[in-house]
């Protein structure tokens, strides 16, 4: 397959529980250490950070001559883990870089992004908390949302990755804190003073593409979510209890339909789902090769494959 030279990725990617081994005092960590619940230890870690980093070497070889230039992450503890997967084996020789900031979640588990840094130079970061309650009137201390604003190439971009607040207590229970998360993100980009700016919205959303949570987004009418097609009874980022889900996925503005110069033009969206990731057998044949299975040590990846947009350069 002839490959377009000025074609790269962007990827979001759940990394489920890429934690260190240490035991931080202020986090509900234990289970990852190696007397917890889980026996993490550095064996276990760094086999889970040279999967990873495969993967992430690997996402959309198949379509683009570059390792991805721009990838959100979910579920990292801290600074430390992102700096030992870099320093790993399939990514130590490519030019990365990442943005990190300590959420309040209790459980320590943040986003991230990485970016090439010959290929996007960031001008600004910070974090956006989401202010929600619990039904009994306290505030959830959940992730808070990343903002990066920087320049792809030549041409300005905002940038928001999300983890939104899990629906362990019940999809329908819980969908007003994603509702609210949504709502945090439009406030934000309402405060751009740009006309037309380029946004992308990515994460694990916890809701689906067609959940009250995305069209709250999507009723703006400043962005398409490319992903929405690719949710079906057989496909999805993730499986949980044989029904196929499409928690991840990648929004972008519209802006990013046009073919000026010096802009960037969406081609296409995907799930990245090689036969590596993938259970090889048995009732679970297909599904993502997570690292645990409850307390069973699996040694396998993440529960989610990752999901990733392609964007053509527009030199001349």
């Given at each position: 397959?002839?490959?377009?030279?000025n074609?790269?990725?962007?990827?979001?990617?759940?990394?489920?529980n890429?934690?260190?081994?240490?035991?931080?005092?202020?986090?509900?960590?234990?289970?990852?250490?190696?007397?917890?619940?889980k026996?993490?230890?550095?064996?276990?870690?760094?086999?889970?950070a040279?999967?990873?980093?495969?993967?992430i070497?690997?996402i959309?070889?198949?379509?683009?001559?570059?390792p991805?230039?721009?990838?959100?992450?979910?579920e990292?503890?801290?600074?430390?883990v992102?700096?030992?997967?870099?320093?790993?084996?399939?990514?130590?020789?490519?030019?990365?870089?990442?943005?990190?900031?300590?959420?309040?979640?209790?459980?320590?588990?943040?986003?991230?992004?990485?970016?090439h840094k010959?290929?996007?130079?960031?001008l600004?970061?910070?974090?956006?908390?989401?202010?929600?309650?619990?039904?009994?009137?306290?505030?959830?201390?959940t992730?808070?949302?990343?903002?990066?604003?920087?320049?792809?190439?030549?041409?300005?971009v905002?940038?928001?990755?999300?983890?939104?607040?899990?629906?362990r207590?019940?999809?329908?229970?819980?969908?007003y804190?994603?509702?609210?998360?949504?709502?945090?993100?439009?406030?934000?980009?309402?405060?751009?003073?740009?006309?037309?700016?380029?946004?992308?919205?990515?994460?694990?959303?916890?809701?689906?593409?067609n959940?009250?949570?995305?069209?709250?987004?999507?009723?703006?009418?400043?962005?398409?979510?490319?992903?929405?097609k690719?949710?079906s009874?057989?496909t999805?980022s993730?499986?949980?209890?044989r029904?196929?889900?499409?928690?991840?996925?990648?929004?972008?503005?519209?802006?990013?339909?046009?073919?000026?110069?010096?802009?960037?033009?969406?081609?296409?969206?995907?799930?990245f789902?090689?036969?590596?990731?993938?259970?090889?057998k048995?009732?679970?044949?297909?599904?993502?090769?997570?690292?645990?299975a409850?307390?069973?040590?699996l040694?396998?990846?993440?529960?989610?494959?990752?999901?990733?947009?392609?964007?053509?350069?527009?030199?001349?």
């Amino acid at each position: 397959m002839k490959k377009n030279l000025n074609r790269y990725t962007i990827a979001f990617y759940n990394l489920e529980n890429f934690f260190d081994t240490v035991n931080d005092p202020y986090l509900l960590d234990d289970d990852f250490t190696p007397n917890g619940f889980k026996k993490w230890n550095k064996a276990k870690f760094w086999n889970k950070a040279n999967k990873i980093s495969r993967t992430i070497s690997a996402i959309g070889s198949n379509e683009s001559d570059y390792p991805p230039i721009l990838i959100g992450l979910a579920e990292v503890e801290n600074k430390n883990v992102l700096k030992s997967l870099l320093k790993s084996k399939q990514l130590r020789d490519i030019d990365y870089a990442f943005v990190h900031f300590d959420s309040p979640d209790e459980r320590g588990i943040d986003t991230a992004l990485i970016y090439h840094k010959e290929r996007f130079m960031v001008l600004e970061s910070e974090t956006i908390p989401l202010m929600v309650e619990n039904t009994n009137g306290e505030r959830d201390l959940t992730r808070d949302i990343l903002y990066v604003r920087g320049k792809l190439h030549q041409e300005e971009v905002h940038i928001f990755v999300n983890h939104w607040p899990s629906r362990r207590e019940g999809a329908e229970i819980t969908s007003y804190k994603r509702i609210k998360a949504a709502k945090t993100i439009l406030g934000r980009i309402g405060q751009i003073q740009e006309n037309n700016p380029n946004i992308i919205i990515m994460g694990d959303f916890n809701d689906g593409p067609n959940s009250e949570s995305i069209q709250t987004l999507m009723d703006t009418g400043q962005l398409i979510n490319p992903m929405k097609k690719l949710l079906s009874p057989v496909t999805g980022s993730a499986n949980y209890k044989r029904t196929w889900s499409l928690f991840d996925q990648i929004l972008i503005s519209h802006s990013f339909l046009n073919y000026e110069t010096n802009t960037h033009s969406f081609v296409k969206a995907n799930i990245f789902a090689p036969r590596f990731l993938k259970e090889w057998k048995g009732r679970y044949k297909g599904n993502p090769f997570r690292t645990y299975a409850g307390d069973k040590y699996l040694g396998g990846y993440s529960d989610h494959f990752p999901v990733y947009i392609l964007m053509d350069e527009n030199k001349t």
